[in-house]
């Protein structure tokens, strides 16, 4: 008899007795044993063309026939030897902060003595708590990691690499563990989860989703229990379907239990959640969406705007032969586990690509690390290699999607990191032929890196080979990916455009670049005017651009600004029409730029596609397929690579809009009070029109002055129909869409939106801010009635700096209390974009922390602008590694106004949360404009009062 049924006998013994079975460390891992089969784990594999030219993705899958405890173990099958990243994807348990634990499994191999690692990691920070290399034989045999947390309280992953490229071997698995204090019992009680297609289409006939939950009884007992099932939409924040299903815990084993939802929850995405109450277990979420049915029709890319998305295939997922992003280290530090490139998938890449379709996307950007990279075309001199192109066409063809294929991509740029699978490199025989430059102009981490030009006719060759493999295929070509970042004289840039241009044209093709990017430290603008200025716009039939610098209305250089320099740009140099397409633009929000997943928002993708429509730009190629996926099953996971293809909010919206918009033009703009947006468009007789605020502001309502007819619906950013009493609008930062498909509706719709007003928007106008309690003072930080130390100065020595001076009532239209305030006088923020920081003028002073207990939660003053502005209040960390901070709008009209500011919901972290003992103890105002970027702060007056934490 194993150890893990011993154990059983043992924790049901002391259960029947009455005694708790916690006399053991708990398991954390959910599905340990694997009898729900593969449920909460996920299998990537690097499909090899070479030795799986069908692209078959076999998936792990229950065995019964070999074992160490229960009924079944885990096979991955790998005839293939591809590169494996096997995970662990969902956790019901955080592991403590510096606390030791033990990882376990049971593994054993079809080909022995095969090499892997084993590694214990943060599932929501880039840390490894602990690795070790193996090597599994033919007989089941235990490995154990063991391994210390630091301080932070996170969720764990269990993860195994492996893929000898020389050695096709199946792998089996079982009995994973996590533990503290090094011990391995079986976790008791139930443990399932939810079964459900990951996408329903709302057709008008869908009625219910059909969800089956699938569970073990591990430790058998007398009676029942219930189990409440939940549905949430994690975007709106709403519950939207509870019920009860009985559960029989008489006797142990695997049970299904099925329920129907109904489908008028409406389009979205959706969590379901289980819980037994009392009964206890583990339970893991389930997801799916519901979204419109996208009928096709035929598309002109050149004319009619369509939803369109970027492949960036690599570590993604994609079409793209990539080598596994972990391989390039660990093939060094274990020279025999060498792995072979492929394309990434953790399920049929047919089927991911038949989501997309549905979904309506027409158009595919292909670049990174792209199918067309001269490395893989050419990788012997004179021997082209087309096959993943061609592949990559079959995939597109076979789903209704036309592809922007990126000629060169990054190739010429050498970033120096080593890793295999990054944005540039050529073949090694082109490095040998090409002139160097050890300088290039991108910023960031990348600083270390080359340039290679390559022999002009070696480039002229490769272009026409590429291009006459794809004839009447492929339409449309791309001139390099941010060119930009690359050469520091766009001279080189212009010349290789040009050899590229005149044998696209030879062909027939439209040339697309020059590809300016703000991204980087990137000069977009002033990159386009070089290009200009070089008779650029003679190469191209659509000028191209990354807009990373400009990515909302509300950026520093609001999108729509940098739209209408682009456009006269070109305008004023060129004597025919040249449309405008945005390219790229993966990080859409303004405030930080990391992953897609972590930082955008659902609305962030809608709103940029809608803004580049409605300001004239033809195509608005911004988003990846990464995006469309949902992979958090818990908060703050960092899921990288992204595989899981559970559609998301994202999926839903963009389905909504390639419903809507596919083929709309732009009819008008409005710019409503307090940072609100609206844009109205036309397509084949029906008028619609998008509007949201682009600020900070509350949700609020927009009256209408002008009464909508009747024929006018209203629906929310995923197609929802919204009730609507034709005169009163929601407002919000996610897009709200009216549709009147009557005759006439484009010009009625615009009479009555131009002359709306908005009422409510300052929600908290003349009272306290929502959830803030004013309450009594714990601490007068200053009620300037006594000398106190304000110190100014500016984020950047040499900056500009402020002016402060103690004021009496005659110095100011009446005080709020006492007999003086403090006059601020702010000089203008400044910003010189690429070469200068960002130099915010600031005023701060110091408070005594000892007074600042679990009872402070406000921060309150008096305040009073002579003029509209913007003012950052920030509190500071003791070591500066994060801070509290906050804007707010100021207007002069306002006059004296008590602001109580709550440290949990009026103020942000910009890294994760910890407590108000870990203040620094000061507190500063800086001239600074809206945290999502907008223009810049000129110099203003401010006054202070009453300063105090409640």
Sequence with gaps: ?????????????LSLAGVSPTLFPENLMFNAGFELGGAGYQCIKNLRPDRNPDLVYEAP??????????????????????????????HAERVKPNTAYALSVWLKSSAGNYPAVLIARSSTRWTSYATSVIRIGKEWERFVVNFKTDQAVDYFRFVLLCGKEDAPCDLWMDDVALVADGEAPDNPGLSGFPKVEPLFIQDGALKEIPVAVEFENQLPRPGAASLQVSVTNPFTQQRVFATELPVDLSTAGIKNLRLAIPASIGYGSYRVALSSGGAGGRWMQGTFAISGKYQPKAVDIDQDFCLSLNDQGGMEGGLAIATPFWADYWSKAVPELKVARGMVASGPLEAKYALVQRMGCRLLRLWSPGNIRWSQVEPEEGRFDFSPIDRTLRMTERHGMKVLLVLGNMDFMDVNTGAEYANGSLPDWLKDKSEVREKFPIKGKYTKGRVYLPPMDLWERYVRKTVAYCAGRVTHYELMNEPNLIFSDPADYLGYAKAAAAILKEYGKKRVGPCTTGDLGGQATTFLGQFISGKGLDFVDIVSFHPYDAKELSSRMPADKQIQEFKALVEQAGERPTPLWNTELYFMDSKSKTTVERDSKPYHPARRILIDLGEGVRQSINQTLQSLWNTEFHPGQMEYPQTIILPSTVYVSLNALARLFEGAVPVAKFRWPEESICYVYKREGAAMAAYWNYGEAPTSTARLQTRLRDSVTLVDLCGNRLAFDGVSLPLGQAPCYLVDSAPGGAELLVLALKEATLVGVDANEGKKPAGAEWGPVKLLIDDFEAPKAWVVGSTVAGGPSAKTEMVGPDGVAGLPQGKQALKVDFS????????????????????????VDGSVSTLSFWLRAEQDMSLTI???????????????????????????????????????KWPLGELKGELWFYNRSVPAGGTLNPAGVVYLDEVALR
């Design 874 to 912: 920030g509190l500071p960390k003791k070591d500066w590694s994060d801070r509290l901070t906050t804007t707010l709008r100021l207007k002069k009209t306002d006059g004296w106004k008590k602001f109580a500011l709550s440290m949990e919901g009026d103020f942000r972290l910009s890294e994760k």
């Design 61 to 90: 899958m229950a065995d019964p026939s070999t074992r160490v405890s229960g009924k079944q173990s885990l096979k991955i099958p790998n005839r293939f030897a591809e590169a494996i990243y096997f995970s662990s994807y969902f």
């Design 828 to 851: 203008a923020e400044s910003f010189v974009e690429g070469q200068t920081t960002h130099k915010t003028p600031c005023v701060r002073t110091i408070f005594d922390m000892k007074k």
């Design 1 to 13: 008899m194993n150890i893990r049924n011993m154990l059983r006998i043992v924790l049901l013994g």
